[in-house]
Structures are given as C-alpha cells and as structure tokens.
C-alpha cells in the first residue's frame, strides 16, 4: 500500500539519532581535554556541541585555546573516540527495521552529520552500512549545522523539494537547520537534548527515537 504523506526524502543525523554514540563523544571529548590540560568542559556543554562541525566545537568548548592547544586536542579526541574504547559502538535497537521500512516504501534516506567523511565513513563500515544510504555529507564538505547547506545540497542531488523533505534529528542544531532550509522536522529524544530542548524550534513531532518514525508514518496509509 502507498503512503499518503508528503515525504519522500528523509535526512537523518547520525550521533544520538542513528547511533548511539553520545556518550561515547562526551567521554573522549572530556578525557581529551584532561590530557591535553585543559578545562574538562561538563557533560552538558559536550552533549551541546554534538552534531556541530568539530571547529565550531572547539570555539564554543574552549574558546581561549590557542592553534597548537586545538591541534592537540583534536589529535587526542580522534584517538580516545577510536581507540582509546574498543568496545564496538551499537545502532539503536531497532533502526534498521525502521529504516529498511522506509526504504521499501521507496522513501530515500540520507545522512547529515557533524562527523567528518573519514569518521562516517569509518562507523558505515563498522555496522555494514557503507552503501546503504542514498547520499550523506558531513561537516568537512558543508557549511556545519545550523547553517541550512547540508540539507539544501542533499535535497539538490536528490532532486526533491522542501516540501517533500523531512529532517530527523536529536538535537537542537538539527533543528535550526531544517527550519534554515524551510524543511519540517521530527526531534528525538534518545541523543543530545531532551523534550523541553526540542520543544521551542516547533518539530512536527517528538519521539523518544527513531523507530516510532514508522508508526506516525504508517498512521499516514491512504
């Protein structure tokens, strides 16, 4: 059966929305900071720079810095986040089941992610998920959320419309950037920000994670 909705072209973050990554980040983003002997940032403040571009992370993280210290730093949280925990880092129960629902109702899928290409590219292939999106860009190839280019750029290649678009993330730089780029959006709660967060940048939705996405769908069957 078709679905009576006007979306055809999903945009998926990945950290906290995809994967569950979030703590992850936050423990190599602390621990670096220790190590390189700056001030250990809060786990708030590091839950509040996730998805953004890892330059706007150091400027809002550690703004008194200088060049040498944020080479430093940046050399030090790429090595605490691959290496430094071997333990391998999960997708959310469930969000394959989801996604490959999606795909078989012949929405596309794509990603937009603070990560640099290397770093997608390096958990695609950790979970087999290397080809499975239609398209992705990341912070290294677009102007960084909130700035509407990932999603403008993605829609472009994917040849579809605003109004055929929906954005899915957990943050609220996720947000901004749907709204930036006149795309609806859907928060999830299971990642960097929490309903009361989400709430003030007008979602379509809230969800606890990414799998209810398909029920709301669903209830749009003709």
Same mark, same amino acid.
């Given at each position: 059966?078709?679905?009576?909705?006007?979306?055809?072209?999903?945009?998926?973050?990945?950290?906290?929305?995809?994967?569950?990554?979030?703590?992850?980040?936050?423990?190599?983003?602390?621990?670096?900071?220790?190590?390189?002997?700056?001030?250990?940032?809060?786990?708030?403040?590091?839950?509040?720079?996730?998805?953004?571009?890892?330059?706007?992370?150091?400027?809002?993280?550690?703004?008194?810095?200088?060049?040498?210290?944020?080479?430093?730093?940046?050399?030090?949280?790429?090595?605490?986040?691959?290496?430094?925990?071997?333990?391998?880092?999960?997708?959310?129960?469930?969000?394959?089941?989801?996604?490959?629902?999606?795909?078989?109702?012949?929405? =596309?899928?794509?990603? *937009?992610?603070? +990560?640099?290409?290397?770093? !997608?590219?390096?958990?695609?292939?950790?979970? $087999? &998920?290397?080809?499975?999106?239609?398209?992705?860009?990341?912070?290294?190839?677009?102007?960084?959320?909130?700035?509407?280019?990932?999603?403008?750029? =993605?829609?472009?290649? *994917?040849?579809? +419309?605003?109004?055929?678009? !929906?954005?899915?993330?957990?943050?609220?730089? $996720? &947000?901004?950037?749907?709204?930036?780029?006149?795309?609806?959006?859907?928060?999830?709660?299971?990642?960097?920000?929490?309903?009361?967060?989400?709430?003030?940048?007008?979602?379509?939705?809230?969800?606890?994670?990414?799998?209810?996405?398909?029920?709301?769908?669903?209830?749009?069957?003709?």
């Amino acid at each position: 059966m078709k679905l009576h909705n006007p979306y055809s072209f999903v945009i998926f973050d990945w950290d906290g929305t995809i994967m569950d990554s979030t703590d992850r980040i936050v423990n190599a983003m602390r621990k670096s900071a220790k190590n390189i002997g700056l001030t250990i940032p809060s786990e708030s403040d590091v839950k509040g720079i996730i998805g953004l571009s890892m330059q706007a992370c150091m400027d809002r993280l550690f703004p008194q810095a200088d060049e040498e210290e944020r080479a430093a730093l940046l050399e030090e949280y790429r090595f605490q986040y691959v290496e430094g925990d071997n333990t391998p880092t999960p997708l959310f129960e469930g969000v394959i089941e989801s996604l490959e629902w999606l795909k078989s109702h012949d929405i =596309l899928i794509a990603v *937009a992610t603070g +990560k640099s290409r290397v770093g !997608l590219e390096r958990v695609l292939r950790e979970v $087999d &998920l290397l080809n499975y999106f239609h398209s992705s860009i990341c912070a290294d190839e677009a102007a960084g959320k909130p700035h509407p280019e990932m999603v403008q750029r =993605l829609m472009e290649g *994917a040849g579809f +419309k605003p109004l055929q678009t !929906l954005v899915v993330g957990d943050s609220v730089h $996720d &947000l901004h950037m749907a709204k930036n780029a006149g795309v609806d959006a859907i928060g999830v709660t299971s990642g960097a920000n929490q309903h009361h967060e989400l709430d003030p940048l007008s979602p379509i939705a809230i969800f606890e994670n990414v799998v209810e996405l398909k029920p709301w769908l669903e209830t749009r069957h003709s």
